[in-house]
Structure formats: C-alpha cells, structure tokens
Nanobody, 116 residues
Framework: QVQLVESGGGLVQAGGSLRLSCAAS????????MGWYRQAPGEQRELVAG???????NYADSVKGRFTISRDNAQNTMYLQMNSLKPEDTAVYYC??????????WGPGAQVIVSS
C-alpha cells in the first residue's frame, strides 16, 4: 500500500500563490495517473487537476489558467502550483490516483485558506 503525504498548505491573501507537494512512499507511483482533489467545508471532494504517468495534464474549469500540476517520478512526488488564488479555493487538498479501480489510502491533506 502506497502512503501519500500532502504538504505546503497555508493561509494566503486573495491573489497570492502556494505550492503543494504530494510525496508517495513507493516507486509504483510513477506508473499511475495522479490527481489533486479538494474538499471544501460541507462540500463533496472534487478533482481539480490530473496528470498522466507521462506528464499529460488536465484541469477543472474553475482552476484552468491558475493552477499547474506537475510530477517528478524519480522523487515519487507530485506538485500543484496555485497562482491567483481566490477565496473559493479554500479547501483541504488531497492527492491520489485517477483510477476508479485503484486508489490508495487518503493522506492527511493540506489545508489551504484564502482570505479576501
């Protein structure tokens, strides 16, 4: 079982930037398409960005042009660069696979709070 640990969250003013990291415990990470998800209070968890094992990316419309997902397979790590943050981006951010058949245990998440 791969363990996932998110980091890099924090409190930032609207318009600011944060960079989240997702560290995976196993090298099997490199073979999976991965995604960043977020869950706001009282809301369901949603997918905001995805990246294939080869680096192809896609984004939710709400973050397109502001967020950039990337990965370093040699380091078993994935990143989410978040720019032009908005209060509606406030949520706990998680990483996991994009596969509906294989998902690893959810990590602790990274809390992002964007103040207006």
């Amino acid at each position: 079982q791969v363990q996932l640990v998110e980091s890099g969250g924090g409190l930032v003013q609207a318009g600011g930037s944060l960079r989240l990291s997702c560290a995976a415990s196993g090298s099997i990470f490199q073979f999976y398409a991965m995604g960043w998800y977020r869950q706001a209070p009282g809301e369901q968890r949603e997918l905001v960005a995805g990246i294939t094992s080869g680096g192809g990316t896609n984004y939710a419309d709400s973050v397109k042009g502001r967020f950039t997902i990337s990965r370093d397979n040699a380091q078993n790590t994935m990143y989410l660069q978040m720019n032009s943050l908005k209060p509606e981006d406030t949520a706990v951010y998680y990483c996991n696979t994009l596969s509906s058949r294989v998902q690893w245990a959810w990590g602790p998440g990274a809390q992002v709070i964007v103040s207006s």
